[in-house]
């Protein structure tokens, strides 16, 4: 197959693209078909590695309304609402759930997920569930399933226990929620637990991490530490640290040394935390975003995550990673023309790095043929043309396609 007249992650210039046994072949200009060889025209059309979802929770995607709306829009509300759809939760409700997510996904070019399951259940449905769709959908999306201990690792009953079980059945990564136990000691004890777990197991580490206006939560630092002293480091995703918006310069200045020590990887929520945080606030009302544009100065890998898919906590949301980076360029203030213009990178290539896929991701000659074509020549404009995926390709295979919408002005 040969793709013709792409712009490669906004190159001013285009490149043909030739795909043979499911890998990239050639990537050249003005390459010649061969004989019979299938040619699809994208002349113009701007071609990226895949798109990756790199925070969600699928256990609860397209559950928002069921059974009541959560109206004040709060955290706590969205708590109270879940409480009574996971009375009706199935391994089949689960499912089907995901598959439809997972579609959307597709559609806007998503083809690598990685989504935090809750295991405080001590049933450990929903994480019997993912792992079975980990293995159904992986011919047209990569799932990495993180054990999430929504309700804390050390104040849930058997809380322990219940993350070593689901490691064990198979999870990905070892997650935590320090700044919601019930004590400072025990986040500090949970964090240990979760670095000291993903060592025995070999697996990485995701947490839920300071995900609270309270400047006084500081779980990074002891997430940092770990992953510096035990040498598991870009093993190690700090999620959300929403509390950073609100720590104080002279801490975060002495923080950076560590964190840059640390090289742990960052993954920002702009859509969920910019309307859940701040809301103790009066006014001025905090944005509750980690601090992006600092820890990419800084070199710190950051990727942007949708976390929560038309639920009880984010009542909006298609599984479009365009509209995460277009609310997350405005919250974290990054609007200079080549902070818009990579900021693809945070839902790709940054995540890529987050998610340890190595260096078969990405568009070069003899990695799996895995890219999108976006009906844009670079990211500047398919930002703000809210442009289509029209192409999705797995190894070399289309699972996702659109047509460029056609639009007229009558006058
Ligand atoms: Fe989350």
């Known amino acids: 197959m040969l793709i013709k007249g792409v712009h490669i992650e906004n190159a001013a210039e285009t490149s043909d693209i030739r795909v043979t046994g499911g890998k990239f072949e050639e990537i050249a200009p003005s390459l010649a078909p061969r004989p019979g060889e299938e040619v699809v025209d994208c002349t113009g059309k701007l071609a990226l590695p895949p798109f990756i979802e790199s925070h969600v929770h699928l ?25 009574l759809r996971k009375k009706t939760l199935t391994k089949g409700d689960i499912k089907d759930r995901v598959h439809r997510a997972v579609r959307m996904q597709a559609q806007h070019g998503v083809q690598f997920v990685r989504t935090h399951v809750d295991v405080t259940d001590p ?44 490691v064990k059945m198979g999870a990905d990564a070892v997650g935590a929620i320090p700044h919601f136990e019930f004590t400072r000691e025990y986040a500090v004890d949970s964090v240990n637990f979760c670095v000291a777990l ?34 598991l480091k870009d093993r190690v995703t700090a999620s959300h640290t929403t509390a950073m918006h609100s720590y104080n310069n002279a801490y975060v200045t002495k923080l950076m040394r560590l964190l840059t020590m640390s090289e742990i990887n960052f993954v920002s929520n702009p859509l969920v935390n910019t309307h859940l945080q701040g809301r103790m606030d009066t006014y001025p009302k905090r944005r509750g975003i980690t601090r992006v544009k600092e820890l990419l100065a800084a070199g710190i890998n950051v990727s942007f995550g949708h976390d929560d898919l038309f639920d009880p906590w984010y009542p909006l949301g298609t599984g479009n990673m365009r509209d995460v980076v277009f609310m997350g360029l405005h919250v974290c203030q990054m609007m200079g023309y080549q902070e818009i213009m990579d900021s693809y990178k945070l839902i790709s290539t940054n995540a890529a790095k987050t998610l340890h896929l190595g260096d078969s991701y990405g568009i070069k000659a003899g990695n799996p043929a895995s890219f999108i074509v976006l009906d844009a020549d670079n990211f500047y404009n398919a930002l703000n043309q809210k442009s289509e995926v029209l192409w999705s390709f797995k190894n070399g295979r289309p699972i996702a396609k659109a047509a460029p919408a056609v639009r007229e002005v009558l006058f």
């Open 59 to 83: 256990d609860t995607c397209l559950t928002a309304g069921e059974p009541v709306w959560n109206q004040s829009g709060t955290l706590f509300e969205g708590i109270q609402c879940w409480s």
């Open 123 to 166: 049933t450990l449905i929903a994480m019997e569930a993912l792992l079975e769709l980990r293995e159904e959908l992986k011919d047209t999306i990569d799932i990495q399933v993180v054990a999430f201990p929504q309700e804390g690792i050390d104040s849930f009953p058997n809380g322990r226990q219940l993350v070593e079980d689901a």
């Open 198 to 231: 993903a060592e025995k197991y070999d697996k990485l580490v995701d947490v839920h991490c300071d995900e609270i206006d309270d400047e006084q939560s500081r779980g990074l630092e002891v997430l940092a530490a770990r992953a510096y002293e035990s040498g």
